[in-house]
């Protein structure tokens, strides 16, 4: 059974950095691109980040692009998501998902970790 | 940016009702959308891939269909479990872009 365990999410003052951590398991990890997907209190969902199975070629939301960086550590099955200079706007829960065959789309999720920015 | 314009944004509706939510993309995608259902305090679930190719194990009562820059959901006869939120998502292009979500509630 695929499982996907995010963590990592925490409260943070504006400006401060986190790291998430999403552990896979019950599928080859190594094979697939992952990615993340945020979702604001009571709002919709929003890509923010993918990788490639090998660990380059990130993409990123224009929103996040400089400030959070995405990879992962096929050796320990884990995709991370560290951001930096959080602004209120970066409230959210945060998923990590498959992307099957690289495609774009996400066929398993996470569970969601909560970031909280606020002074 | 694609940007994805869901309609409505919210709808009411019966159980055994037929239901159509629609996805505008800004520009052509080909057929490169999926769907998405959300519960409230749970991950979206993938229901539909590559505009009409259905998950294994989602009813067959959803179907999908489109092209280019329109697409549409349906259900074809509303389940109680299915009142949900519902998404669609453009993988053509990055950065890759999800409707604002169609909440559909029970009448």
């Known amino acids: 059974e695929v499982q996907l365990v995010d963590s990592g999410g925490d409260f943070v003052q504006p400006g401060g950095s986190l790291r998430l951590s999403c552990a896979a398991s019950?599928?080859?990890?190594?094979?697939?691109?992952m990615g993340w997907v945020r979702q604001a209190p009571g709002k919709g969902l929003e890509w923010v980040s993918d990788i490639n199975s090998v660990g380059d070629n990130p993409h990123y939301a224009d929103s996040v692009r400089g400030r959070f960086t995405i990879s992962r550590d096929n050796s320990k099955n884990t995709l991370y998501l560290q951001m930096h200079s959080l602004t209120v706007e970066d409230t959210a829960r945060y998923y990590c998902a498959r992307t099957w065959g690289g495609l774009g789309y996400f066929d398993s999720w996470g569970q969601g970790t909560l970031v909280t920015v606020s002074s | 940016d694609i940007q994805m314009t869901q309609s409505p944004s919210t709808l009411s509706a019966s159980v055994g009702d037929r239901v159509t939510i629609t996805c505008r993309a800004s520009?052509?995608?080909?057929?490169?959308l999926a769907w998405y259902q959300q519960k409230p305090g749970k991950a979206p679930k993938l229901l539909i891939q590559?505009?009409?190719r259905l998950e294994t194990g989602v009813p067959s009562g959803f179907s999908g269909s489109g092209s280019g820059t329109e697409f549409s959901l349906t259900i074809g006869s509303l389940q109680p479990d299915d009142f949900a939120t519902y998404y669609c998502q453009q993988y053509s292009r990055y950065p890759y872009t999800f409707g604002q979500g169609t909440k559909l509630d029970i009448k």
């Open positions: 019950g599928f080859s990890f190594s094979s697939y691109a």
């Open positions: 590559m505009t009409s």
């Open positions: 520009q052509s995608i080909d057929m490169l």
